[in-house]
């Protein structure tokens, strides 16, 4: 069974959704790990579920000495692949290499369109009629590596931000551990920037 990683900037919404799909036994894997970057409530929330959990503030101590200690508790807990749920580092390409094709991130747009930080207000005031949710695999650019899944959400007129940020939301909570059970399923068949679906 495939042991995930998955790494926490935020709330931890999709951090739950993820838990909550292991634990209703559509996503076959086991959550062996949850990192955070700085102080947040997905961090406390995987404490009260009994997680195991790694807390460095990347502020504090930057980045490449807070990716070498991941490092070593990704090692130590035997993680076969990471899942970026709400994390807002870009990780270096020194870590990337060593998780090739095992990296998988959530962005609430249908890329390429609005990569980057505050994706859902990019789209508003863009003013595009649908924007969405994409799940992809990390490569070196910022939100640019191939992409797994996608499904569209229509804007409604005078719809708000907190809104939409709701709508958005609940279709990353499908999509993300959907993705990862394909990953941890050997289903997913990545052809330069195509990846493939294969049959179960």
């Known amino acids: 069974?495939?042991?995930?990683?998955?790494?926490?900037?935020g709330r931890g919404t999709n951090l739950m959704a993820v838990h909550g799909a292991i634990g209703a036994?559509?996503?076959?894997?086991?959550?062996?790990?949850?990192?955070?970057d700085r102080e947040a409530p997905a961090l406390r929330w995987a404490e009260a579920q009994g997680l195991e959990t790694f807390f460095a503030d990347a502020r504090q101590i930057g980045m490449p000495a807070w990716e070498r200690e991941l490092v070593a508790r990704l090692e130590r807990a035997q993680v076969d692949a990471v899942v970026l749920a709400g994390f807002l580092r870009i990780l270096s390409p020194d870590f990337v290499d060593r998780f090739t094709g095992r990296i998988v991130n959530v962005h609430p747009s249908l890329l390429p369109s609005f990569p980057g930080l505050d994706a859902i207000g990019q789209a508003l005031r863009y003013g595009v009629r649908v924007t969405g949710v994409t799940v992809h695999f990390v490569d070196h650019g910022l939100d640019a590596g191939p992409i797994i899944l996608q499904e569209a959400v229509a804007l409604h007129p005078g719809e708000s931000p907190e809104e939409l940020e709701t709508r958005v939301h609940a279709v990353e909570h499908r999509l993300l551990p959907k993705a990862v059970g394909l990953l941890a399923l050997g289903r997913l068949d990545v052809q330069g920037r195509?990846?493939?679906i294969t049959e179960g």
């Not at 069974?1 to 900037?9: H, P």
């Not at 036994?25 to 790990?33: D, E, H, K, N, S």
């Open 194 to 196: 195509i990846v493939h």
């Open 25 to 36: 036994g559509t996503l076959p894997a086991a959550l062996a790990l949850v990192a955070a």
């Open 1 to 9: 069974m495939m042991r995930l990683a998955v790494l926490v900037s």
